[in-house]
């Protein structure tokens, strides 16, 4: 009697788990319509000045991400898959601009920034500027992070991993976790690009 319960339960159990990951995979993210206006930067990439204002004259989307090149395991996951997103949109690639903006302006100088989200894709960019000037366009956009000590790298930062999604110079939505699946972004953006508002 106790090996039919115990099988019964094992079933539904297994049951569960199933029917929880086919729910699971079968919902599709949604994100907020923000619409609010972004916070116009001005920082360094490389040796050049550039705002969020001249990414914004010059193409339709700009992907906002930020990170630092010391993260072990977060940043580079993201600008993977961005960079997979973006090699997804073919010809409506000229049209966005994805880029990275440290956390860590003390070890991430203009140009190691630069190259390191060059290193996902040659078309992004990595920006950095001064740690105070960083820190206020951090928290423009709601981003949360602290310093965290570590034995191996000095220090490392614990850091939220959105994406932000700037179209017709308006914040218009924000990529969590769960919607960071390189289709879905690039299917949105595609959507975003043939809309007029």
């Not at 050049?48 to 989307?61: F, P």
């Not at 140009?111 to 894709?121: I, L, P």
């Not at 932000?164 to 959507?191: E, G, H, R, W």
Request: hydrophobic share 40%; aromatic share 16%.
């Amino acid at each position: 009697m106790y090996a039919i319960i115990f099988f019964v339960r094992k079933l539904t159990l297994i049951f569960v788990v199933i029917f929880s990951i086919l729910l699971f995979s079968c919902e599709k993210p949604v994100n907020p319509s923000i619409n609010a206006k972004p916070f116009d930067f001005k920082l360094l990439s490389g040796n050049k000045e550039v705002s969020l204002k001249d990414y914004e004259n010059r193409y339709k989307v700009v992907l906002i991400y930020f990170g630092y090149t010391h993260c072990p395991d977060v940043c580079p996951t993201v600008l993977h898959r961005l960079s997979s997103m973006y090699n997804m949109l073919g010809d409506d690639k000229k049209y966005v601009k994805v880029v990275f903006i440290t956390l860590d302006p003390k070890r991430d100088t203009p140009n190691v920034a630069d190259e390191y989200a060059k290193f996902f894709n040659k078309n992004f960019s990595g920006l950095s500027g001064d740690p105070g000037y960083i820190k206020k366009v951090a928290d423009s956009y709601g981003v949360v992070y602290k310093i965290v000590p570590s034995k191996t790298q000095g220090y490392l930062i614990d850091h939220t991993d959105n994406i932000y999604v700037i179209y017709n110079k308006s914040l218009k939505t924000i990529f969590f976790d769960k919607d960071q699946n390189p289709s879905y972004m690039a299917s949105y953006i595609k959507k975003l690009l043939k809309s007029k508002g």
